[in-house]
T-cell receptor, first 109, second 115 residues
Framework: GQSLEQPSEVTAVEGAIVQINCTYQ??????LSWYQQHDGGAPTFLSYNALDGLEETGRFSSFLSRSDSYGYLLLQELQMKDSASYFCAVGDQGGKLIFGQGTELSVKP | DADVTQTPRNRITKTGKRIMLECSQT?????MYWYRQDPGLGLRLIYYSFDVKDINKGEISDGYSVSRQAQAKFSLSLESAIPNQTALYFC??????????????FGPGTRLTVL
């Protein structure tokens, strides 16, 4: 089966850096993705890692270590609008995504 | 216009009623998905379809059925709604070529309340 673990809540201040971790157990692994969701709205794709290492997209970066079954999302120069829920998701061999339970990020002034 | 639309956006119904949630997409994607979201439980897959003739059960299909009427339309039905089906429901699509990590595009969601 598949399971993912991520913290339920993270709080940080505006301008800071925050890291959201994700560990996974999967029977087949086809990459780690991150999605952002504001206030029950549509989740939106942020990033994807198929290989070990760091992927950077503006203020957001995502890291993957396949040997450790671990990844993280790094958000830099936090802004109030970054307050949202963040989900990690792993792809399986059937072409589906399995989502973690989400991390609620609160950015304080 | 939105690429993935869901109707209705909000629905309140009573126990035992049959409910249909509809999803349409203009992205030309072959793959479509239905998820439900409950507080603290993330997104759980109900059903998915990789083309018009392909329907598969997801993690939590009991109590639900689906219909893929066309490439662009994927409907979710609750044959006899019960209160623990109260949740936020999302439809999503993805490209069969798997694009970037099978990136999925989500509709705005349907908030369903079963009394």
């Amino acid at each position: 089966g598949q399971s993912l673990e991520q913290p339920s809540e993270v709080t940080a201040v505006e301008g800071a850096i925050v890291q959201i971790n994700c560990t996974y157990q999967t029977s087949g692994f086809y990459g780690l993705s991150w999605y952002q969701q504001h206030d029950g709205g549509a989740p939106t794709f942020l990033s994807y890692n198929a290989l070990d290492g760091l992927e950077e997209t503006g203020r957001f970066s995502s890291f993957l270590s396949r040997s450790d079954s671990y990844g993280y999302l790094l958000l830099q120069e936090l802004q109030m609008k970054d307050s949202a829920s963040y989900f990690c998701a792993v792809g399986d061999q059937g072409g589906k995504l399995i989502f973690g339970q989400g991390t609620e990020l609160s950015v304080k002034p | 216009d939105a690429d993935v639309t869901q109707t209705p956006r909000n629905r309140i119904t009573k126990t035992g009623k049959r409910i249909m949630l509809e999803c349409s997409q203009t992205k030309g994607h072959d793959r479509m998905y239905w998820y439900r979201q409950d507080p603290g439980l993330g997104l759980r897959l109900i059903y998915y379809s990789f083309d018009v003739k392909d329907i598969n059960k997801g993690e939590i299909s009991d109590g639900y059925s689906v219909s893929r009427q066309a490439q662009a339309k994927f409907s979710l039905s609750l044959e006899s709604a019960i209160p623990n089906q109260t949740a936020l429901y999302f439809c999503a699509t993805s490209d069969a070529g798997q694009g970037v990590g099978n990136e999925q595009f989500f509709g705005p969601g349907t908030r369903l309340t079963v009394l």
